[in-house]
């Protein structure tokens, strides 16, 4: 019987606007980020070392980075939740939703949120989840997974969105991407009034004072931090910098890597919860361990160095071909993190009996 994974690999060979939506991202991003780095203020090797070193004295102080991490957290009035696996995750985020008595959650976009499944527990308990994200709110409403980690609709083209906004939402077709952008802002900015908890990612933990960076191009991860009366983060706890200089030092390279901008439209620097009439009454951190502990001591510890900018996704063959949904295990389920970084990650915070031969989908 043919495996999951060599079927959705077929299916993905014999789809010519997948290939023609795969190859036109790789090459805007891969030109993009080439031309960025000219603007660099010193040698793109340089920088690129500079970091590297920073990620691993990181991971080889995890211990002793978090424990200064939280400590200032909780001295700015954040709540810190520390979570083993998936399921403690999302039974956090459940308890915080029912003492607050919630219904709607907005969401912007969180990689961690992909990796323990968060959306689907908080569905099948009754809360109404919206990403905000664009890209992930098409796709959430198309009920697929995100393509890619950084552009999670890659894998369609406009004349689909203008389809599904079509057959969803009720307004007239058009593949005019203006046109759509502004049906979604529409939908979405009733949603940010509206709801009554906000989840985002964390890009980046700064240990020295406990300030948590949020990287978005949309606005909305400001709108999902700043509106609702409770924001919960969720973070790895590997994303940890020990400094502002060194958190400085990723931002030269994060966006021109993931997007091919010098910066991103929208830095956020968050470091306590309201302190006027509006805003955030509470915000939560849970930071969530999953394998990574367990991954820090052992042979494939360099994989938490990774700053999930999506550069070698963009950069490699393999998934050029197949995409982000041909990276499911042999029991066909799907992996949030596909493409070169995914072939290592995945096995080793999940299942190496289900995701080991995604090793065979890199070129690296």
Known sequence: MTSPFRTHIRQALANPNLQTALDNNAERRINARIQNYAFLPEDVQVMRQRAHN????????????????IANLQQNGIIVHQAADANESVNIVLDIAKQHNAHLISKSKTMVGEEIELNPALEAHGYEVVETDLGEYIVQIRHEHPAHIITPAVHLRREDVGKTFNELLGVPYTDDVATMVAVARRTLRDIFLKTDIGISGVNFGVAENGMLCVLTNEGNGRMVTTLPLVHIALMGIERLVPSLEDLASLLYLLPRSATGQKLTVYTNLIRQPAVDSDGPRERHLILLDNGRKLMSNSPFHEMLYCIRCGACINACPVFREIGGHAYVGKS???????????????PALFDAQDFGHLAR????
């Open 332 to 346: 066909g389920k799907h992996t949030p993190y596909p493409g070169p970084m995914g072939s290592v990650i995945s």
């Open 54 to 69: 920073i990620r691993t004295d990181v991971v080889a102080n995890l211990a002793r980075y978090l424990d200064q991490f």
């Open 361 to 364: 989908a890199s070129s690296y």
